[in-house]
T-cell receptor, first 115, second 115 residues
């Protein structure tokens, strides 16, 4: 079975500061990894996904994540936070069994951006 | 591409009542997923369809829950005899299955409150 752990349920950064949201995964087979963002009272929007083609993945809104197999990590970063980045971020893992690719989510990290 | 839509967006009901939610996936997507998200948690997989066939159900899906996807288009999720513990956000996602890595696109969710 696969799982993800997100360290830190709340992260607060100043506008313009580096954003680092942590995600560690557990999977018995090569995983597919995703980061989704959720704004209040909305569904989830895909930020980026790891496809095994490249370890550094660039996503929307200036976010990127690096897959590190040795550390079983897929941390999300953004060089400079913007007020509009305030939201909840979810890391997810998927294993394609051929008939399904259900996602297993972490518990989420709420990002607060202060002036 | 109009995205995944869900209806209603909010539902308040009394314990013991039945409720039904609808999800309209992206038109060319053959896979449809239902997830449940409780406060402070990540979404949890409930069930999924490939075309009209329901291929997997989570243990979370008690016998009070039933889902359908007639003709492989929209899907409905019905909860009978609602309980307060059913209060949650119900999320629908769709994807084009059959590829090595599929991306699930989420709808805005239906927030259910059982009084």
């Amino acid at each position: 079975a696969q799982s993800v752990t997100q360290l830190g349920s709340h992260v607060s950064v100043s506008e313009g500061a580096l954003v680092l949201l942590r995600c560690n995964y557990s999977s018995s087979v090569p995983p597919y990894l995703f980061w989704y963002v959720q704004y209040p009272n909305q569904g989830l929007q895909l930020l980026l996904k790891y496809t095994s083609a490249a370890t550094l993945v660039k996503g929307i809104n200036g976010f990127e994540a690096e897959f590190k197999k040795s550390e079983t990590s897929f941390h999300l970063t953004k060089p400079s936070a913007h007020m509009s980045d305030a939201a909840e971020y979810f890391c997810a893992v998927s294993v394609n069994t051929g008939t399904a690719s259900k996602l297993t989510f972490g518990t989420g990290t709420r990002l607060q951006v202060t002036l | 591409d109009t995205g995944v839509s869900q209806d209603p967006r909010h539902k308040i009901t009394k314990r013991g009542q039945n409720v039904t939610f609808r999800c309209d996936p992206i038109s060319e997507h053959n896979r449809l997923y239902w997830y449940r998200q409780t406060l402070g948690q990540g979404p949890e997989f409930l069930t999924y369809f490939q075309n009209e066939a329901q291929l997997e159900k989570s243990r979370l899906l008690s016998d009070r829950f039933s889902a359908e996807r007639p003709k492989g288009s929209f899907s409905t999720l019905e909860i009978q005899r609602t309980e307060q513990g059913d209060s949650a956000m119900y999320l629908c996602a769709s994807s084009r299955g059959g590829f090595t890595l599929e991306t699930q696109y989420f709808g805005p969710g239906t927030r259910l409150l059982v009084l």
